[in-house]
């Protein structure tokens, strides 16, 4: 995660080839509006959009392809030298990492419903975001990037280790009905959008009821439509690489 400045408000995008023929889009000029800038497959893309979404924000969504390596075009690259999406542009600040974003978007907010201020209920949702951050999604994206150059099955250790942290988020779930207590909150929406990605490659086992429980009250939030219209879009590729593995 980190923050920058950029000043060139006029940066044209370079034409990128895809698969497809088609042409990488060009960028509007910067608005005062909050410009996100990613590609709905990825899940911390649906994270930061479903946690605008809960909070009332409006954000300007600019489309990076990232099955046409959009993202590792000039323009893109100004903004995230990492190459990685999303990316926020708001004013003339750049943040590219999605629990940076939605805790900046939180801010924004009196109403902190999403991550309230007591230091308690904060610590909860700080250790359920790291916990995605540094467990869950590594492990979502290793797959589906092996996944995506034809190596299925996914790598045995990978698989376990996943369940592994399935196990934990389980065993959490036990005690209380979301993740950080008895009501919904960022790591919430986080988390269930790493997690619904990675179950169209690895299924939930049995012992996984918790979880399941927890993944179907989420996707029955309003919010959660937007996820499912990544996960749709995803699945188009997916069944793709299925078909010649």
């Given at each position: ?69 959009e ?40 109403n ?20 995605n ?55 919430d ?23 399941e ?31 010649i593995?």
């Amino acid at each position: 995660m980190f923050v920058r400045n950029i000043s060139n408000r006029s940066t044209i995008f370079q034409l990128v080839r895809c698969s497809s023929n088609q042409t990488a889009r060009k960028p509007s000029v910067f608005e005062n509006k909050p410009i996100l800038y990613g590609d709905e497959v990825s899940p911390p893309v649906r994270f930061v959009l479903m946690t605008a979404s809960v909070l009332g924000i409006d954000l300007k969504f600019h489309h990076i392809d990232l099955f046409c390596s959009e993202n590792k075009s000039d323009f893109f690259t100004k903004i995230n030298p990492l190459q990685k999406v999303p990316a926020l542009v708001a004013g003339d600040d750049v943040i590219c990492d999605s629990h940076a974003i939605a805790l900046y978007l939180c801010g924004k907010r009196k109403n902190q419903k999403l991550y309230p201020r007591d230091p308690s209920i904060k610590a909860q949702i700080d250790q359920m975001l790291f916990f995605n951050s540094a467990e869950l999604f590594p492990i979502d994206s290793a797959i589906y990037s092996e996944y995506f150059t034809g190596k299925w099955p996914a790598d045995e250790q990978k698989v376990k280790n996943w369940y592994r942290l399935l196990d934990h988020l389980d065993g959490r779930l036990k005690t209380r009905t979301w993740l950080a207590g008895e009501k919904l909150y960022l790591c919430d929406i986080c988390c269930a959008a790493t997690v619904s990605t990675l179950q169209l490659l690895i299924p939930l086992l049995n012992r996984h009821k918790n979880v399941e429980i927890w993944l179907n009250r989420v996707q029955a939030l309003p919010c959660f439509e937007i996820n499912k219209s990544g996960l749709k879009r995803l699945n188009v590729f997916v069944e793709k690489i299925k078909s010649i593995v």
